[in-house]
């Protein structure tokens, strides 16, 4: 069974532009979290998607925002990068809503570098 | 507010040797799990045990188990036999309560000595 994929790997980007990160699901796994680690800072999440609909997120401007597809993969869009935004971003999914008791299956990430 | 806190950013164990890591929340719920993941170095995070908090018997994964103190809100690792594998970023994390998401602690750096 596949795990959770991300991609892409890495990326470099500048300040001020648009990036776009994807995260497929493992198979029958509704749900997908996206989470920034930065360095020092842990794990920050970002958003949760649920069934396609954004069911929380976390305290981050506006600017980070995503979408799930019908076949439940996940977008996450980081708009006009700051270098703060720099870290690696990883994905997560379960096959419970409302994670409570689940065990979330993170992928490798996407780490970004914004120059 | 939920919070996670991991007060040993690092932690060196010689190998074969046991070590504990430490984790403190808080939390307003009265029935809840607490987790453990582990990172390492090529950055995918697995589940290492959970723990349920109505239960009193501390959950154990072969050489990993766990100290959970209720009432302190105190949930350590113990990784016995300590094996170079081990060596990885530890978090400890916790259901943020209704909003459907994990909160995690910032995390101890596990170094292994053979």
């Known amino acids: 069974e596949a795990g959770v994929t991300q991609s892409p790997t890495h990326l470099i980007k500048t300040r001020g532009q648009q990036v776009t990160l994807r995260c497929s699901p493992i198979?029958?796994?509704?749900?997908v979290y996206w989470y920034q680690q930065a360095l020092g800072l842990g794990l920050q999440f970002l958003l949760w998607?649920?069934?396609?609909?954004?069911?929380n997120r976390g305290n981050f401007p506006p600017r980070f925002s995503g979408r799930q597809f019908p076949n439940y993969s996940s977008e996450l869009n980081v708009n006009a990068l700051e270098l703060e935004d720099s870290a690696l971003y990883l994905c997560a999914s379960s096959r419970h809503t409302g994670l409570v008791t689940g065990e979330l299956f993170f992928g490798e990430g996407s780490r970004l570098t914004v120059l | 507010a939920q919070t996670v806190t991991q007060s040993q950013p690092e932690m060196s164990v010689q190998e074969a040797e046991t070590v504990t890591l430490s984790c403190t929340y808080d939390?307003?719920?009265?029935?809840?799990?607490l987790f453990w993941y582990k990172q390492p170095p090529s950055r995918q995070m697995i589940l290492v045990i959970r723990?349920?908090?109505?239960?009193?018997q501390n959950a154990t994964e072969n050489r990993f188990s766990v100290n959970f103190q209720k009432a302190a809100k105190s949930f350590s690792l113990k990784i016995s036999d300590s094996q170079l594998g081990d060596a990885a970023m530890y978090f400890c994390?916790?259901?943020?309560?209704?909003?459907?998401?994990?909160?995690f602690g910032k995390g101890t750096k596990l170094s292994v000595k053979p």
């Open positions: 994390a916790h259901p943020g309560g209704s909003q459907g998401n994990l909160i």
């Open positions: 198979s029958g796994h509704t749900s």
């Open positions: 939390t307003s719920e009265s029935d809840y799990y």
């Open positions: 998607y649920d069934e396609g609909e954004e069911r």
């Open positions: 723990q349920e908090a109505y239960k009193q």
